[in-house]
């Protein structure tokens, strides 16, 4: 039976939009379906790259403000908020329109409208049906709303509102420690808000290496981050005089009300499956609303894939990516792979952190016998001539056989020094490889080494 496509993608976003254009590389018939009518998903319209865009503008105008000092540079900055809004869009609109002319490099067919399975072989877009072979379910995912707190995205803002307030809150509340909130949390703080982080667990950043945590939070409170750990959230009412928000106790007590000029809810992402027809097909998500998925990423259906943010996993975009790349190399007869123990992770704050593999607690909880070394960037020369001395570089390796299990970072650019350590592990290193590889001096990336060799006590630069 021959269909108008070999492949059909529901989703725009990180891992659509790569699943397509590899699946197109190996000479299949695609077309991507997205309803956003601008292709990159959450990740590149109101996600990651909006978020980078305004961190590093913040990160700059916090150092005008406060570090150029140090280097003999004196001036006093200015905030033009309009323009630093209009260089994040300028960036955004860049990037979405790249990846349209890499659609048309790659002969994939870009159809806007809202996909939904109306067949195991059939997808609808407004109305007018395509056959396919295959389909990939890449719809990603949404704000988790909070009950008694109602998002307008002006005063009371999800992520995608944070992202465009007209002007610097005096006081924002961020609810949830996560790491959008403390990124989006960051970038306010930078340009004069004061911001209050309620958390519902007695710790920020839940999951993460838990010596990573609390020197993450030492150092944001160190910047004037306010933490209110163990408290829910019980309502928000708006006024006039902004926002009176209701926290008590997680373990149960007393509420009190705290005042704040706009809130950030922050508490999550679930998987956006609505209107997508899985019902049409016979495919059922669990409890989280996820979609199961087998080995190979097939669901109930063998020839519907699901990748992303709607199937099990960090929800990421390059865990996305990874996962389309490998369905489309498997429907050509090859045999797509996806390490999920070698997949970093990084929160934009400043420092940076970065993690990637197993933390200590896993490692203890698995009974696995383990060392760790660790290196304090304020050893590191490079480290100590910018100025960026904050954090360390933590090693986590087999007691008996020395492999590499997990790398934890906080630090200066520690995004881009936890892949040397990917590498490493993807090839199944011992800690001692990476000690006995050559780094350049002076470099941030000497300081993983250093803690390679503190993995075996011999450290040479503390």
Partial sequence: MSHDYDLVVIGGGPGGYVGAIRAAQLGMKVACVEKRGALGGTCLNVGCIPSKALLESSEKFDDAAHHFKQHGIEVTPKLNLKQMMKNKEEIVKGLTGGIEMLFK?????????????????????????????????????????????????????????????????????????????????????????????????DRITPGMDLELSKQLQKTLEKQGFTFKLGMKVTGAKKGKDGVSVTVEPAAGGAAETLKADAVLVSIGRRPYTEGLGLENVGIETDKRGRIPVNSHWQTAQPNIYAIGDVIDGPMLAHKAEEEGIAVAEFLDGQHGHV????????????????????????????????????????????????????????????????????????????????????????????????????????????????AALAVDKRQIHS
């Fill in 339 to 450: 390490n999920y123990n070698v997949i970093p992770g990084v929160i934009y704050t400043w420092p940076e952190v970065a993690t990637v593999g197993q933390s200590e607690e896993q490692l203890k909880e698995a009974g696995v016998p383990y060392k760790s070394g660790k290196f304090t960037f304020m050893a590191n020369s490079r480290g100590r001539a910018t100025g960026q001395t904050d954090g360390f570089v933590k090693i986590l390796a087999d007691a008996n056989t020395d492999q590499v299990y997990g790398v934890h970072m906080i630090g200066p650019r520690v995004g881009e020094l936890i892949h040397e350590c990917c590498v490493a592990m993807e090839f199944g290193a011992s800690s001692e490889d990476i000690a006995r590889t050559c780094h350049a001096h002076p470099t941030l990336s000497e300081a993983v080494k250093e």
């Fill in 105 to 201: 490099k790659n002969k994939v067919d870009y159809i806007k409208g809202h996909g939904t399975i109306t067949g195991v072989n059939e997808v609808t877009v407004d109305k007018k049906t395509i056959t396919t072979a295959n389909i990939m379910i890449a719809t990603g995912s949404d704000v988790m709303p909070l009950p008694g707190v109602t998002i307008d995205e002006e005063t009371i803002v999800s992520s995608t509102g944070a992202l465009e307030l007209k002007a610097v809150p005096e006081h924002l509340l961020v609810i949830g420690g996560g790491v959008i909130g403390l990124e989006l949390g960051s970038v306010w703080r930078r340009l004069g808000s004061t911001v209050t982080v309620v958390e519902y667990l």
